[in-house]
């Protein structure tokens, strides 16, 4: 069992940035792939950005590619979303995943409780 834990949302201002980071407790968790998921208001959950668990193969989703940044510290079982240039379509809460690896909210095993991140324009 992984449990993942978020923290790092918040309110900011468009254009401004945010870093989400994401602890995960298992002495396994080294080896998952682990990723992040949003969720805006009235829409579907969709996939944000993956990356693999060495941190050698990330993916983005089209939208936020040159705007977000992935990475991980496995010594710290951590995985982190730099927030840059942020809209106020990047408005949502955002979910942390583990134990998977795709685009679709199935290909994922674990989730943590999501943390809001708001932008104001």
């Known amino acids: 069992q992984v449990q993942l834990v978020e923290s790092g949302g918040g309110l900011v201002q468009a254009g401004g940035s945010l870093r989400l980071s994401c602890a995960a407790s298992?002495?396994?968790?080294?080896?998952?792939?682990m990723g992040w998921f949003r969720q805006a208001p009235g829409k579907e959950r969709e996939f944000v950005s993956s990356?693999?668990?060495?941190?050698?193969?990330?993916d983005y989703t089209d939208s936020v590619k040159g705007r977000f940044t992935i990475s991980r510290d496995n010594a710290k079982k951590t995985v982190y979303l730099q927030m840059n240039n942020l809209k106020p379509e990047d408005t949502a809460v955002y979910y942390c995943v583990a134990g998977g690896w795709g685009k679709t909210t199935s290909d994922y095993t674990y989730w943590g409780q999501g943390t809001q991140v708001t932008v104001s324009s």
């Open positions: 990356i693999n668990w060495s941190g050698g193969n990330t």
């Open positions: 298992a002495r396994t968790s080294s080896n998952y792939a």
